[in-house]
């Protein structure tokens, strides 16, 4: 039973300095939408994929590929 009551208090222990992290975090500005995180997440893939194709181009360029 104690090692139970141990998990339980480290659990709230986590939660709560994740809960004081995300207080801290600042606030989108007012008046800007926000695209939901998935939608976000596959700009930001898109923008890094589209960054190593142009990188492996030149690479390909100076190589005489």
């Known amino acids: ?9 480290d659990q709230e222990v986590e939660i709560d300095l994740v809960a004081d992290a995300l207080a801290q975090l ?10 939901p995180p998935t939608y ?12 190593v194709i142009c990188k492996l181009a030149a690479y390909a360029d ?3 590929w």
Do not use: F, V, W
């Open 62 to 64: 100076r190589r005489g």
């Open 40 to 51: 976000r997440l596959k700009e930001t893939i898109k923008d890094i994929n589209s960054s």
């Open 26 to 35: 600042p606030s989108p500005p007012q008046g800007i939408t926000t695209a």
């Open 1 to 9: 039973m104690r090692r139970k009551r141990k998990y339980e208090d």
